[in-house]
């Protein structure tokens, strides 16, 4: 639990508040008109909470990659791409084709 002080009295208190985080380990919360504003934490506490946020971050990253790496190829129905004015299309290699040996797949024209 975090030791809450208003903003004006942090102000008067702030070398006696750094000794309170680094010394007794505690952690202030600044407040104003009863809501947080900052919070006091020592440098060894600030290190674990980056850390634990790349970790967190590396994560979600990673969640995305193997999400998209399972994404199906998508074929445009026929004459589709003439439509939107694209010039090309990426038919991909003979493994990209999928198991019906159409560069669609199963659920091609679907989004």
Known sequence: MAYEIP???????????????VYA???VVVTR??????G???AADLERLEAY????????EEQVISTVSVVRPFASPPGEWR??????EH?????????????GGPGAGER
Not at 83 to 88: D, L, P, Q, T
Request: glycine share 12%; hydrophobic share 45%; aromatic share 2%.
């Open 7 to 21: 903003v004006t009295q942090a102000r008067a208190e702030l070398a006696d508040l750094i000794n309170r985080v």
């Open 25 to 27: 380990g505690e952690r």
């Open 33 to 38: 008109h009863g809501k947080p504003l900052v």
């Open 40 to 42: 006091l934490v020592s």
């Open 53 to 60: 946020r790349a970790a967190e971050e590396a994560a979600a």
């Open 83 to 88: 439509r939107f004015g694209i010039a090309a």
């Open 91 to 103: 038919r991909g290699t003979a493994g990209d084709r999928g198991a019906t040996g159409e560069h």
